[in-house]
């Protein structure tokens, strides 16, 4: 990791592994203009993934002691993060407490904030594809393969007490680390619900398959490994049968997207529902950019930078079309 200069002006960070071909590069200075911010800098740290502790303690020091330095979304190290450097933070939600994760750093008061902000974006995220009363009409359970901080956070949505009893009866969540899933086991064990947890230990893309196997129809398939973005790969074979009339979420919205091409070979076949993360990717951001700049980012306004992402996108589709 190279730390940045101290800031000459306002500046908000990306921590990630490789924030350069990020979207939000060129999105967040649009975004910005738009919510009439003075024109802040947004910079990417990168830091390879699970990172000697000292790397991240020096990160988070670095933000706290510059003073121009607002604060930071934190992607693929949040979970990393905290265990290296919670005693740095002055105060800690209730997510951030509970599944020990932080993917918001920010100031206010001349203390330094860590939020998750995961389980509110990934539940807006659900929102916005999972149709009311899913669960209840289709008998079909959640598959989560991953047991980071973006898995945690789907989980905490997915058995809130506000939605009563549309929640999966079941949640599976996989991972090729043992102590990765012996450490959401116990996170999640403090949630208070009756949806049925199951861990899976699976070593291998052919293990996923074989869980994958098992789900019902109408059952939520999620890759929340990170795979097909920083890392090449999808953490299911090219062999693996989606269920049929399920939901598919692939996290990621640039890179490979290996996994959600799986997917795409099987829609019409298996009716399937696929999602990419863009719309995750923009509820994480509005989020903690509302945090880091103590703006609300709700209503009309969220209406007014979607807008603005989509066009973006929209944009960077069709040039990219063009140029093949």
Request: aromatic share 8%; glycine share 10%; proline share 6%.
């Amino acid at each position: 990791m190279k730390l940045p200069p101290s800031a000459a002006s306002p500046t908000m960070y990306f921590v990630g592994v490789t924030t350069g071909q990020s979207s939000i590069m060129k999105l967040f200075p649009l975004w910005a203009e738009a919510l009439g911010l003075g024109g802040p800098k947004i910079v990417g740290i990168d830091i390879a993934i699970h990172a000697n502790p000292e790397t991240y303690r020096d990160c988070v020091r670095f933000i706290k002691e510059d003073p121009l330095s607002l604060g930071a979304l934190v992607t693929t190290h949040k979970i990393d993060l905290f265990n290296a450097a919670r005693d740095l933070f002055d105060t800690l939600d209730p997510y951030a407490a509970t599944f020990e994760e932080i993917s918001s750093i920010s100031k206010a008061g001349g203390a330094l904030a860590g939020h998750a902000k995961d389980p509110i974006s990934s539940g807006l995220s659900l929102e916005a594809f999972v149709p009311p009363g899913h669960w209840k009409k289709t008998g079909g359970h959640a598959l989560i393969m991953g047991a980071g901080g973006s898995a945690l956070a789907i989980c905490s949505y997915l058995t809130h007490p506000d939605r009563g009893d549309d929640v999966p009866d079941t949640i599976v969540i996989t991972n090729r680390s043992p102590e990765r899933l012996e450490s959401a086991r116990q996170l999640l064990g403090r949630i208070d619900t009756h949806v049925r947890f199951e861990y899976k230990l699976c070593p291998s893309p052919a293990d996923n398959d074989a869980v994958l196997a098992g789900m019902p129809a109408g059952s939520l398939v999620v890759n929340a490994t990170g795979l097909g973005k920083d890392r090449p790969g999808s953490p299911l074979t090219d062999n693996a049968v989606f269920p049929q009339g399920g939901l598919v979420w692939e996290l990621n919205y640039r890179g490979a997207l290996d996994f959600m091409h799986q997917a795409l070979r099987q829609q019409a076949q298996r009716r399937l529902h696929v999602e990419d993360g863009w719309i995750y990717f923009i509820h994480g951001w509005t989020q903690v950019i509302s945090e880091v700049f103590h703006v609300p980012i709700e209503g009309e306004t969220f209406d007014r930078l979607e807008k603005i992402a989509m066009e973006l996108r929209d944009g960077s589709e069709t040039k990219g079309a063009a140029q093949t």
